[in-house]
């Protein structure tokens, strides 16, 4: 019994540091079903083809102004060139305009956190601010990311 009871405790310690370490990578159920099959599982991006998002993402999302093309990105879609990685992409986005407010949050966030920085948490009242201005075309929305200060921030 004494035997039973130690493997349970190791197994118990053993999933709690896997947990927290799942926790920091868990995945977003919104992400997973709309977004990862271009930018791939945990965000690493298709080289020439789709920007990556890991290690990118939350340099944006500690912007004003990143904030804002991100959200606007997911909500209104992006077309044209973009500069990632030392590559110019040409492409399209598609506005994601089945997701509602909470989910857009949702999967910012998670993308956000994927290179462990702590940029404020989206809202969906904060999406919500977003859609609600004047409608952005993918071509307006790709205009925003060419703005210097998040290219520094996000190469």
């Given amino acids: 019994m004494r035997l039973a009871a130690s493997l349970a405790v190791l197994a118990l310690a053993a999933a709690s540091v896997a947990g927290g370490e799942a926790r920091a990578q868990a995945a977003s159920p919104v992400y997973d079903q709309t977004c990862a099959m271009c930018h791939q599982r945990g965000g690493a991006g298709a080289p020439g083809a789709f920007p990556r998002l ?30 990632a990685d030392k590559q ?30 702590k940029a404020r948490p989206f809202t969906a009242p904060e999406v919500a601010a977003v859609r609600a201005q004047a409608r952005l075309t993918p071509a307006q929305v790709n205009a925003m990311a060419h703005d210097p200060a998040l290219a520094k921030a996000a190469p």
Avoid: C, W
């Fill in 88 to 117: 110019t992409i040409h492409g399209m986005m598609p506005a994601l305009v089945q997701l509602n407010d909470a989910q857009v949050a949702q999967a910012l966030n998670y993308i956000a956190a994927l290179d462990g920085r």
């Fill in 54 to 83: 890991a290690g990118r993402a939350g340099a944006l999302a500690a912007l004003p102004a990143g904030r804002k093309m991100m959200i606007a990105t997911v909500v209104f879609g992006m077309s044209g060139a973009v500069e």
